[in-house]
């Protein structure tokens, strides 16, 4: 899977390409590959005019959730979520709740957050990521480095 962003204007512009495998598992030779062949494809074809900068990438550990698919992917896991209540005057601003993505419903996330449970909307969505708790990652990372030294 994959999903490009063209930024830049007439001549130069830089074009990123995100890919991603289901089971999470991109490396730096799986980017390097995919650069390869892209630069090849864009060298014959020619598809954008003027120059470009190519940049293949992962979507990384936080990465966006751009759809409810997205959501259901991701099911169990901590995200941040910021949105806006629908029709709510009393609310100015986007909230932001962090929180355990639980389930899905139609066009619904349901997040277990430290206030308890919160249904959001898909449509009240303003930006979803995932938010992993990198403090746990380095511990679990160090705990498997001193194994495999013992």
């Not at 919160?118 to 995932?130: D, M, P, Q, S, T």
Request: aromatic share 6%; with cysteine; charged share 30%.
């Amino acid at each position: 899977m994959a999903w490009t962003d063209i930024e830049g204007r007439r001549g130069s512009f830089r074009v990123r390409v995100f890919i991603e495998r289901r089971d999470g598992g991109v490396g730096l030779a799986d980017c390097e590959r995919v650069n390869e062949k892209l630069s090849a494809l864009f060298d014959l074809e020619d598809p954008i005019l003027g120059s470009c900068f190519l940049e293949v990438s992962t979507p990384g550990l936080d990465r966006p959730l751009r759809s409810v698919a997205d959501c259901h992917r991701f099911l169990g896991q901590r995200v941040r979520v910021r949105y806006r209540i629908a029709n709510d005057p009393r609310e100015a601003g986007p909230q932001t709740v962090v929180g355990t993505l639980r389930t899905v419903e139609d066009a619904t996330i349901c997040l277990d957050g430290p206030a308890g449970g919160l249904r959001i909307g898909w449509n009240e969505v303003v930006a979803a990521r995932l938010d992993p708790d990198l403090g746990a990652l380095l511990r679990r990372g160090a705990r498997a480095q001193r194994r495999r030294r013992t």
